[in-house]
T-cell receptor, first 115, second 116 residues
Framework: AQSVAQPEDQVNVAEGNPLTVKCTYS??????LFWYVQYPNRGLQFLLK??????LVKGSYGFEAEFNKSQTSFHLKKPSALVSDSALYFC?????????????FGAGTQVVVTP | EAGVTQSPTHLIKTRGQQATLRCSPI?????VYWYQQALGLGLQFLLW???????NRGNFPPRFSGRQFPNYSSELNVNALELEDSALYLC???????????????FGSGTQLSVL
């Protein structure tokens, strides 16, 4: 069975500092990994995905994520956080080895960027 | 291009009633997904439809059901409502053609269901 974990309920960072949101996963086949962001009273928006290829994936709004197969992790990063990055971030995984594999989301990490 | 649209925005029901939530995917998308976002529980996968067929189902009781119409729009029905069904219900669509692909999902803004 596939699963995804976001170990931090909340991450606090000052504006201009680096931001990291952690994610680990478990699948039986090759992982398809995604990050989504949810702003208040809105649906989720796609940030980036990893399917294959370079371990460092670049996405929207200056975010990037690093795929680490040995550690089964896919941490989201941004070199310099903005106040407008304050939102709820979700990591998601789909098991590429399973036909009709569902997209499983983590519990979410609330990011708070202070001025 | 219109995004994923959900209706109604808010829905208030009492225990034991039935709720019907609707979703229209992005034009050209054949897959529709339903997720429940309850306070403090993150996103829980409910149902996945593609080409009119139910492709996968999450760990929810049978009183959660749905269907996909020939135009690819979808309904989620919740029977015998319970207080803990109060949540934001999100619909998403993708151009997934029924395979475990790398397609990203496009989400609607959700229906806030309140069960009193």
């Amino acid at each position: 069975a596939q699963s995804v974990a976001q170990p931090e309920d909340q991450v606090n960072v000052a504006e201009g500092n680096p931001l990291t949101v952690k994610c680990t996963y478990s699948v039986s086949g090759n992982p398809y990994l995604f990050w989504y962001v949810q702003y208040p009273n809105r649906g989720l928006q796609f940030l980036l995905k990893y399917i294959t290829g370079d371990n460092l994936v670049k996405g929207s709004y200056g975010f990037e994520a690093e795929f680490n197969k040995s550690q089964t992790s896919f941490h989201l990063k941004k070199p310099s956080a903005l106040v407008s990055d304050s939102a709820l971030y979700f990591c998601a995984v789909r098991d590429g080895g399973v036909s009709w594999g569902k997209l499983q989301f983590g519990a979410g990490t609330q990011v708070v960027v202070t001025p | 291009e219109a995004g994923v649209t959900q209706s109604p925005t808010h829905l208030i029901k009492t225990r034991g009633q039935q709720a019907t939530l609707r979703c229209s995917p992005i034009s050209g998308h054949t897959s529709v997904y339903w997720y429940q976002q309850a306070l403090g529980l993150g996103l829980q996968f409910l149902l996945w439809y593609d080409e009119g067929e139910e492709r996968n189902r999450g760990n929810f009781p049978p009183r959660f059901s749905g269907r996909q119409f020939p135009n690819y729009s979808s309904e989620l029905n919740v029977n015998a409502l319970e207080l803990e069904d109060s949540a934001l219900y999100l619909c998403a669509s993708s151009g997934d053609r029924g395979r475990a692909t790398n397609e990203k999902l496009f989400f609607g803004s959700g229906t806030q269901l309140s069960v009193l």
